[in-house]
């Protein structure tokens, strides 16, 4: 499974743009960039996936440059609500050998500012 | 609503006094797994399974058990608990189809051994 390197911490204030990236330099050719945000003491929750250029939804936009060695989760307009770990993951499609095994790196801490 | 349930949220126990965390599912999902989260470490996935009767290890199986006779529930056993067993428990399931690695999580549950 390609290895993922986030920053650990990262702040912000209320109301501005905050792009976290996510390093994946030995990503394999079926692999999906997944991210994920967690609140303390609750399971994390699917924010978006991506597999190549760039996937936006209502919450969040995933950049993905045409190596895919890296990934930029964008939040824009973030509020104190988005204080949380934000996790990157890289993972095969359905139906590979590999597909059982999810690796969570250590996450980006972000942390919303007043 | 689409979810997954794990009981009990919180539990107390002694060495050595077996116990079952459970882990349930209404999506119709193929996959299921456990994590254990603990500080400094972040998630580690303890035992997935890909379908019924169909289990494997993942990072830190020692000391858990894990059956799949349904498809909706994965329960975690723990034959004979030990205080570094005291952690924060996640529950996990998604789909093998579809592509890419989207999952769903249980709210937690917490354990302590003493």
């Known amino acids: 499974l390609a290895k993922t390197t986030q920053p650990i911490s990262m702040d912000s204030y209320e109301g501005q743009e905050v792009n976290i990236t996510c390093s994946h330099n030995n990503i394999a050719t079926n692999d999906y960039i997944t991210w994920y945000q967690q609140f303390p003491s609750q399971g994390p929750r699917f924010i978006i996936q991506g597999y190549k250029t760039k996937v936006t939804n209502e919450v969040a936009s995933l950049f993905i440059p045409a190596d895919r060695k890296s990934s930029t989760l964008s939040l824009p307009r973030v509020s104190l609500s988005d204080t949380a770990v934000y996790y990157c993951l890289v993972g095969p499609k359905a139906g590979g050998t590999s597909y059982g095994k999810l690796t969570f790196g250590q996450g980006t801490i972000l942390t919303v500012h007043p | 609503e689409a979810q997954v349930t794990q009981n009990p949220r919180y539990l107390i126990t002694v060495t050595g006094k077996k116990l079952t965390v459970t882990c349930s599912q209404n999506m119709n999902h193929e996959y299921m797994s456990w994590y254990r989260q603990d500080p400094g470490l972040g998630l580690r996935q303890i035992y997935y399974s890909m379908n019924v009767e169909v289990t494997d290890k993942g990072d830190v199986p020692e000391g858990y058990k894990v059956s799949r006779k349904e498809k909706r529930n994965f329960p975690l056993i723990l034959e004979s608990p030990s205080p570094n067993q005291t952690s924060l428990y996640f529950c996990?399931?998604?789909?093998?189809w579809g592509g890419g690695t989207e999952a769903f999580f249980g709210q937690g549950t917490r354990l302590t051994v003493v």
């Open positions: 996990a399931s998604r789909s093998l």
